[in-house]
Protein backbone atom coordinates (compact mmCIF):
# COMPACT_ATOMS: atom_id res chain seq x y z
CA UNK A 1 0.00 0.00 0.00
CA UNK A 2 2.71 2.60 0.76
CA UNK A 3 4.41 1.99 -2.91
CA UNK A 4 0.83 2.78 -4.29
CA UNK A 5 0.23 5.82 -1.97
CA UNK A 6 3.98 6.98 -2.72
CA UNK A 7 3.72 6.80 -7.05
CA UNK A 8 0.21 8.21 -6.51
CA UNK A 9 1.75 11.38 -4.96
CA UNK A 10 4.71 11.14 -7.21
CA UNK A 11 2.40 11.13 -10.84
CA UNK A 12 0.87 14.50 -12.54
CA UNK A 13 -2.70 14.79 -11.70
CA UNK A 14 -5.24 17.28 -12.91
CA UNK A 15 -7.84 18.71 -10.37
CA UNK A 16 -10.81 19.55 -12.50
CA UNK A 17 -13.39 20.58 -10.01
CA UNK A 18 -12.53 22.67 -6.74
CA UNK A 19 -14.37 25.44 -5.03
CA UNK A 20 -11.34 28.20 -4.07
CA UNK A 21 -13.39 29.52 -1.09
CA UNK A 22 -14.12 25.68 0.12
CA UNK A 23 -9.82 25.22 0.08
CA UNK A 24 -9.74 27.72 2.67
CA UNK A 25 -7.71 26.18 5.15
CA UNK A 26 -8.26 26.56 8.96
CA UNK A 27 -5.13 28.64 10.06
CA UNK A 28 -5.45 30.80 6.76
CA UNK A 29 -9.19 31.59 7.76
CA UNK A 30 -7.98 32.56 11.58
CA UNK A 31 -5.09 34.72 10.11
CA UNK A 32 -7.44 36.31 7.58
CA UNK A 33 -9.62 37.25 10.48
CA UNK A 34 -7.24 39.56 12.48
CA UNK A 35 -5.87 41.22 9.45
CA UNK A 36 -9.29 42.09 8.39
CA UNK A 37 -10.91 42.76 12.19
CA UNK A 38 -13.73 40.11 11.29
CA UNK A 39 -15.46 38.57 14.09
CA UNK A 40 -15.62 34.62 13.39
CA UNK A 41 -17.32 32.14 16.09
CA UNK A 42 -14.27 30.60 16.82
CA UNK A 43 -11.72 31.12 19.71
CA UNK A 44 -8.66 29.41 17.84
CA UNK A 45 -7.42 27.27 14.82
CA UNK A 46 -8.81 24.19 16.44
CA UNK A 47 -12.34 25.21 17.01
CA UNK A 48 -12.06 25.92 13.20
CA UNK A 49 -10.94 22.53 12.54
CA UNK A 50 -13.71 20.82 14.72
CA UNK A 51 -16.24 23.14 12.69
CA UNK A 52 -14.95 21.16 9.80
CA UNK A 53 -16.50 17.88 11.29
CA UNK A 54 -19.49 18.42 8.77
CA UNK A 55 -22.35 15.74 8.30
CA UNK A 56 -24.57 16.78 5.13
CA UNK A 57 -24.00 19.47 2.42
CA UNK A 58 -25.49 22.24 4.41
CA UNK A 59 -23.30 21.69 7.02
CA UNK A 60 -20.02 22.47 5.22
CA UNK A 61 -21.97 25.43 3.33
CA UNK A 62 -22.30 27.14 7.35
CA UNK A 63 -18.36 26.61 7.55
CA UNK A 64 -17.81 27.64 4.09
CA UNK A 65 -20.00 30.94 4.41
CA UNK A 66 -18.73 31.60 7.24
CA UNK A 67 -15.13 31.60 6.06
CA UNK A 68 -15.85 33.28 3.12
CA UNK A 69 -16.53 36.60 5.73
CA UNK A 70 -12.84 36.84 6.16
CA UNK A 71 -12.26 37.49 2.46
CA UNK A 72 -12.45 41.14 1.68
CA UNK A 73 -9.50 42.22 -0.34
CA UNK A 74 -8.03 41.40 -3.45
CA UNK A 75 -4.90 40.13 -1.40
CA UNK A 76 -6.62 37.87 0.71
CA UNK A 77 -7.97 36.04 -2.60
CA UNK A 78 -4.76 36.04 -3.78
CA UNK A 79 -3.65 34.17 -1.00
CA UNK A 80 -6.56 32.23 -0.32
CA UNK A 81 -5.75 31.01 -4.26
CA UNK A 82 -2.30 30.70 -3.90
CA UNK A 83 -1.93 29.05 -0.43
CA UNK A 84 -4.38 26.68 -2.80
CA UNK A 85 -1.64 25.90 -5.72
CA UNK A 86 1.00 25.99 -3.01
CA UNK A 87 -0.88 22.27 -1.70
CA UNK A 88 -1.54 21.27 -5.49
CA UNK A 89 2.32 21.48 -5.97
CA UNK A 90 2.76 19.29 -3.24
CA UNK A 91 0.68 16.97 -4.98
CA UNK A 92 2.46 17.21 -8.15
CA UNK A 93 -1.41 18.77 -9.72
CA UNK A 94 0.13 20.04 -12.99
CA UNK A 95 -3.37 21.49 -13.53
CA UNK A 96 -6.28 22.53 -11.69
CA UNK A 97 -9.92 24.25 -12.84
CA UNK A 98 -10.72 26.31 -10.41
CA UNK A 99 -14.38 27.14 -9.34
CA UNK A 100 -15.42 30.39 -7.61
CA UNK A 101 -18.33 32.58 -6.21
CA UNK A 102 -18.43 36.01 -6.71
CA UNK A 103 -21.98 36.23 -5.35
CA UNK A 104 -20.63 35.16 -2.00
CA UNK A 105 -18.86 38.39 -1.95
CA UNK A 106 -20.71 41.11 -3.92
CA UNK A 107 -23.66 40.45 -1.86
CA UNK A 108 -21.21 41.31 0.97
CA UNK A 109 -20.48 44.52 -0.85
CA UNK A 110 -17.01 43.24 -2.26
CA UNK A 111 -16.09 44.05 -5.98
CA UNK A 112 -16.47 41.66 -8.10
CA UNK A 113 -13.28 42.78 -9.48
CA UNK A 114 -11.06 42.26 -6.51
CA UNK A 115 -12.48 38.40 -6.22
CA UNK A 116 -11.43 37.51 -9.98
CA UNK A 117 -8.33 39.33 -9.81
CA UNK A 118 -6.91 38.69 -6.48
CA UNK A 119 -7.69 34.75 -7.97
CA UNK A 120 -6.54 35.12 -11.01
CA UNK A 121 -2.98 36.97 -9.71
CA UNK A 122 -2.59 33.87 -7.76
CA UNK A 123 -2.95 31.55 -11.21
CA UNK A 124 -0.36 33.67 -13.09
CA UNK A 125 2.24 33.49 -10.23
CA UNK A 126 1.84 30.01 -10.39
CA UNK A 127 2.00 29.09 -14.11
CA UNK A 128 5.56 31.05 -13.79
CA UNK A 129 6.95 29.88 -10.28
CA UNK A 130 5.01 26.40 -9.76
CA UNK A 131 4.51 25.77 -13.40
CA UNK A 132 0.98 24.65 -12.35
CA UNK A 133 -1.74 26.08 -14.98
CA UNK A 134 -5.18 27.27 -14.16
CA UNK A 135 -8.55 27.84 -15.04
CA UNK A 136 -11.25 30.10 -13.53
CA UNK A 137 -14.72 28.69 -13.73
CA UNK A 138 -17.83 31.34 -12.11
CA UNK A 139 -20.55 29.68 -10.23
CA UNK A 140 -23.80 31.21 -9.26
CA UNK A 141 -25.33 30.72 -5.91
CA UNK A 142 -28.71 28.30 -6.40
CA UNK A 143 -30.48 29.51 -3.47
CA UNK A 144 -29.83 33.12 -5.18
CA UNK A 145 -32.61 34.49 -7.67
CA UNK A 146 -32.33 34.82 -11.40
CA UNK A 147 -31.95 38.50 -11.07
CA UNK A 148 -28.57 38.02 -8.94
CA UNK A 149 -27.02 35.12 -11.81
CA UNK A 150 -27.75 38.16 -14.49
CA UNK A 151 -26.20 40.92 -12.47
CA UNK A 152 -23.01 38.92 -11.72
CA UNK A 153 -23.01 37.68 -15.21
CA UNK A 154 -22.83 41.34 -16.33
CA UNK A 155 -19.91 42.00 -14.03
CA UNK A 156 -18.35 38.77 -14.98
CA UNK A 157 -18.30 40.06 -18.79
CA UNK A 158 -15.08 42.43 -18.53
CA UNK A 159 -13.42 39.52 -17.46
CA UNK A 160 -14.49 36.79 -19.89
CA UNK A 161 -11.18 36.42 -21.00
CA UNK A 162 -10.09 34.91 -17.18
CA UNK A 163 -12.92 32.80 -16.74
CA UNK A 164 -13.22 29.58 -19.29
CA UNK A 165 -16.94 28.12 -17.71
CA UNK A 166 -19.99 28.87 -15.92
CA UNK A 167 -21.71 26.73 -13.37
CA UNK A 168 -24.66 26.60 -10.80
CA UNK A 169 -23.39 25.81 -6.84
CA UNK A 170 -24.90 25.70 -3.43
CA UNK A 171 -27.78 24.23 -1.80
CA UNK A 172 -29.40 22.32 -4.36
CA UNK A 173 -32.53 21.53 -2.43
CA UNK A 174 -35.64 23.08 -4.29
CA UNK A 175 -33.15 25.22 -6.39
CA UNK A 176 -33.25 22.90 -9.80
CA UNK A 177 -30.84 24.06 -12.78
CA UNK A 178 -33.67 24.80 -14.62
CA UNK A 179 -33.88 27.92 -12.48
CA UNK A 180 -31.52 29.42 -14.17
CA UNK A 181 -32.23 28.29 -17.76
CA UNK A 182 -32.53 31.92 -19.03
CA UNK A 183 -29.40 33.07 -17.06
CA UNK A 184 -27.45 29.81 -19.51
CA UNK A 185 -29.06 30.60 -22.79
Excluded at 157 to 162: G, N, T
Aim: contains cysteine; hydrophobic residues 40%.
Amino acid sequence: VGEIIKLIKKIPKAELHLHIEGSLEPKLMFELAKRNKINIPFKNIDEIKNAYNFHNLQSFLDIYYQGSKVLISEQDFFDLTWAYLLKSKEDNIVHTEIFFDPQTHTDRGIKFDLVINGIHRAILNAEKELRISSKIIMCFLRHLDERSAFKTLDQALAHKDKIIGVGLDSSEIDNPPSKFKRVFN
